[in-house]
């Protein structure tokens, strides 16, 4: 009996220690994983954006990647018409940039896209090639009968604007009604974003184009000449922005959203030209 109870004791004194040894092991696991940090994962954005965006989102994503080092950013231009129809279609786009709040009203209604906001504004302005073959040195030359001029088609936001500019200026005792349709019988080709216009004007192909104030860009600066529309002709161009309902990385996308909206991503527009809410030096 004695025997009995020296084993029963032994016994318990051993399952003792096992439990403790294994309260401990879990202690430390439990320890070690509560101090374990995730490592961030890389993540791609894909940013569909009107073409007049081209510069300075290209810029934008540059100085974002290097202060985001897992995040890139992957850029896709085109008229906003078709970015639009794109994220329609299914395209994987997280971010959506349009030059109008005419697209993004459709992506809107839709169901494309969650709330949007505008974060930057533009304004049109007539480019002429460097050597003026059309022999244009102001606005009133436009409606010369001979003269070739492009614009982006009636669909393309700066198409629009440009339809709405030689509206504004028929409603003129300057230019008239008469002086609209002379412009508009001189238009040989309508393009299907802004960036077209431009590329048509710089090699001569047209005597005249309708664009906007940032599609003058450095790289084209030497190649054409600008005639500048008057403020009371103008149209303010408002961008609206919106992160995609179907984006697999939403809370990256608003970060990158807001990043545009930031001190830095204002002051890279402003750099660019685009008119800003609040300007910075």
């Known amino acids: ?145 001979g003269v070739k001029i492009d614009i982006g088609a009636p669909a393309v936001p700066a198409g629009k604007y440009s339809l709405q500019v030689l509206a504004k200026m028929a409603q003129s005792s300057n230019y008239g009604k008469a002086y609209e349709n002379a412009v508009k019988a001189n238009f040989v080709s309508q393009e299907t974003d802004v960036k077209a216009v431009v590329n048509k004007v710089q090699l001569g192909e047209v005597d005249a184009g309708f664009v906007y104030v940032t599609d003058v860009t450095a790289a084209v600066s030497n190649k054409i000449k600008m005639i500048d529309i008057p403020d009371n002709f103008n149209v303010i161009a408002q961008y609206p922005i919106a992160v995609t309902k179907s984006s697999a990385h939403s809370n990256e996308a608003r970060a990158f959203v807001q990043y545009i909206l930031s001190p830095e991503g204002q002051a890279v527009l402003q750099q660019h030209h685009f008119i800003i809410f609040n300007p910075y030096p």
Not at 39 to 55: G, R
Not at 88 to 117: E, H, I, R, Y
């Open 1 to 145: 009996m004695r025997q009995y109870r020296h084993a029963l004791m032994l016994f318990i004194m051993l399952c003792t220690l096992f439990l403790a040894a294994c309260e401990g092991a879990t202690s430390t696991t439990t320890s070690t994983a509560t101090t374990t940090t995730t490592a961030p994962v890389a993540t791609t954005l894909n940013v569909f954006a009107a073409a007049s965006l081209k510069e300075s989102f290209t810029a934008i994503a540059t100085r974002y990647q290097q202060a985001h080092p897992k995040i890139t950013i992957k850029l896709n231009f085109a008229g906003s018409q078709i970015l639009e129809q794109q994220i329609a279609s299914g395209a994987p786009a997280d971010v959506f940039a349009s030059a109008d709040q005419t697209n993004m009203q459709k992506a809107v209604d839709a169901g494309l896209v969650g709330n949007s906001q505008v974060f930057v504004k533009n304004r049109l302005t007539v480019i002429i090639p460097a050597g003026n073959p059309g022999n244009i040195n102001s606005l009133k030359d436009l409606s010369r009968k």
